[in-house]
């Protein structure tokens, strides 16, 4: 297996997964990487590891710079099993290494592998000196986990920055610049929204602990090491992690016989009239997981469903949970949809928009059976009515 070389002493040993498709419930069509690294000094560090069946990657990996039981460190920023997943067996093979973790991240461990481990507790802001190189952490609680640190080489620029900063992506190329910044912020967002979302505060606080730090690569624990274009991707966490959004809207529907489809148009028709960008989001065709990630960039999220048996279609709850739990901020919300007898479904909706904390400018709308012309031109004015409170 071929490792790379990031700086001089400090390689990539992580594993490549090619065929990974659903990352606990959110599509991941490119595949993934666990990347691990590992440091050369005086002490030898090993920042990482990787998913249980992809040990063997590593593990062949470390074993072309060195003898694994040469190790002095495993250092595990982050416990989660896709990174802490194969310290059981590296353990085996560096049977002399200590675990450097976080306090939380030592109470994880022991939970998940009911192990006595020779641990290394770090406290935010310590630093360990490993030779000529510094380890210097930096807890970032809820950065998704409550054990999520990251660790500072100053000599080197480097942050090594766990599950911050990452994105799902199987690649043979190792750094940003081989990849393209489009395909990576269109992923990075991705990963954002699904997965960091939730924990804006937490990250602006992380992101003001590094904001002294002189950084010329960030090595996250997924995806490609960024060397290139580390200020666009500081510009985009930024913005993320305050909730801003374009001016741009999202429209996420299903329909059963096809009226709610029409009304989901018309609206769109309206919008882009009014001059506003719009994605169409049918959730017979789409991921929730690839929805939200629309969610991120829209200032208008419209979501419209028939009612069925006195609520909505059940892909359009499974959406509502989803986004509900991940609590994007500071959007415009309005609901739609058709119905037979009972309408139930767009005030439940609103119960969720209301539930985020949205503003919901106009009244939801609901159109028994199927829409004439008359109601779908009054949903196309809808449209541009939610257009022009965009654009304010």
Same mark, same amino acid.
């Given at each position: 297996?071929?490792?790379? =070389?990031?700086?001089?002493?400090?390689?990539?040993?992580?594993?490549?997964?090619?065929?990974?498709?659903?990352?606990?419930?959110?599509?991941?069509?490119?595949?993934?990487?666990?990347?691990?690294?590992?440091?050369?000094?005086?002490?030898?560090?090993?920042? %990482?590891?990787?998913?249980?069946?992809?040990?063997?990657?590593?593990?062949?990996?470390?074993?072309?710079?060195?003898?694994?039981?040469?190790?002095?460190?495993?250092?595990?920023?982050?416990?989660?099993?896709?990174?802490?997943?194969?310290?059981?067996?590296?353990?085996?093979?560096?049977?002399?290494? &200590?675990?450097?973790?976080?306090?939380?991240?030592?109470? +994880?461990?022991?939970?998940?592998?009911?192990?006595?481990? %020779?641990?290394?507790?770090?406290?935010? !802001?310590?630093?360990?000196?490993?030779?000529?190189?510094?380890?210097?952490?930096?807890?970032?609680?809820?950065?998704?986990?409550? %054990?999520?640190?990251?660790?500072?080489?100053?000599? =080197? &620029?480097?942050?090594?920055?766990?599950?911050?900063?990452?994105?799902?992506?199987?690649?043979?190329?190792?750094?940003?610049?081989?990849? /393209?910044?489009?395909?990576?912020?269109?992923?990075? +967002?991705?990963?954002?929204?699904?997965?960091?979302?939730?924990?804006?505060?937490?990250?602006?606080?992380?992101?003001?602990?590094?904001?002294?730090?002189?950084?010329?690569?960030?090595?996250?624990?997924?995806?490609?090491?960024?060397?290139?274009?580390?200020?666009?991707?500081?510009? =985009?966490?930024?913005?993320?992690?305050?909730?801003?959004?374009?001016?741009?809207?999202?429209?996420?529907?299903?329909?059963?016989?096809?009226?709610?489809?029409?009304?989901?148009?018309?609206?769109?028709? /309206?919008?882009?009239?009014? +001059?506003?960008?719009?994605?169409?989001?049918?959730?017979?065709?789409?991921?929730?997981?690839?929805?939200?990630?629309?969610?991120?960039?829209?200032?208008?999220?419209?979501?419209?469903?028939?009612?069925?048996?006195? !609520?909505?279609?059940?892909?359009? /709850?499974?959406?509502?949970?989803?986004?509900?739990?991940?609590?994007?901020?500071?959007?415009? !919300?309005?609901?739609? /949809?058709?119905?037979?007898?009972?309408?139930?479904?767009?005030?439940?909706?609103?119960?969720?928009?209301?539930?985020?904390?949205?503003?919901?400018?106009? =009244? +939801?709308?609901?159109?028994?059976?199927?829409?004439?012309?008359?109601?779908?031109?009054?949903?196309?004015?809808?449209?541009?009515?939610? !257009?022009?409170?965009?654009?304010?």
């Amino acid at each position: 297996m071929d490792k790379t =070389e990031i700086k001089k002493g400090i390689y990539w040993v992580g594993a490549i997964d090619w065929d990974i498709r659903n990352f606990h419930g959110y599509l991941t069509p490119r595949g993934t990487t666990y990347n691990a690294f590992l440091i050369l000094d005086e002490k030898i560090v090993l920042v %990482d590891t990787v998913k249980h069946y992809t040990f063997d990657q590593m593990l062949a990996r470390i074993k072309a710079v060195i003898d694994p039981a040469k190790i002095d460190y495993i250092l595990s920023n982050h416990v989660e099993m896709d990174h802490s997943g194969c310290l059981p067996r590296m353990l085996e093979h560096a049977p002399n290494a &200590k675990v450097i973790t976080s306090t939380q991240g030592e109470k +994880g461990l022991k939970r998940h592998f009911k192990c006595d481990w %020779d641990f290394h507790v770090v406290k935010s !802001g310590e630093e360990l000196k490993i030779g000529r190189r510094t380890l210097h952490f930096i807890h970032t609680p809820m950065v998704h986990w409550p %054990d999520s640190m990251v660790t500072y080489v100053p000599e =080197e &620029k480097l942050l090594l920055s766990s599950d911050a900063f990452g994105q799902h992506i199987a690649t043979s190329e190792r750094f940003d610049d081989e990849v /393209g910044w489009d395909i990576l912020k269109e992923q990075a +967002g991705s990963y954002y929204a699904n997965i960091v979302l939730p924990y804006g505060d937490q990250t602006k606080k992380a992101l003001d602990a590094l904001s002294g730090l002189d950084i010329e690569m960030i090595c996250p624990d997924h995806g490609v090491v960024w060397r290139k274009f580390i200020p666009q991707i500081l510009a =985009e966490y930024s913005k993320w992690a305050t909730h801003e959004t374009e001016k741009r809207a999202v429209i996420i529907y299903d329909s059963m016989w096809g009226s709610t489809e029409k009304m989901a148009f018309s609206l769109s028709e /309206g919008l882009e009239e009014s +001059g506003v960008r719009v994605n169409m989001r049918n959730l017979k065709v789409t991921h929730i997981s690839d929805a939200i990630a629309d969610v991120l960039y829209a200032k208008g999220v419209f979501i419209g469903s028939p009612t069925l048996n006195n !609520g909505y279609l059940p892909t359009i /709850g499974a959406f509502l949970t989803y986004m509900k739990g991940l609590r994007p901020r500071n959007r415009i !919300g309005f609901a739609f /949809g058709s119905y037979g007898w009972g309408g139930q479904s767009v005030g439940d909706i609103e119960k969720v928009i209301n539930d985020l904390k949205w503003d919901l400018p106009v =009244e +939801g709308v609901k159109i028994n059976y199927i829409p004439d012309a008359k109601e779908l031109d009054m949903m196309k004015e809808t449209g541009k009515r939610l !257009g022009n409170l965009i654009k304010d």
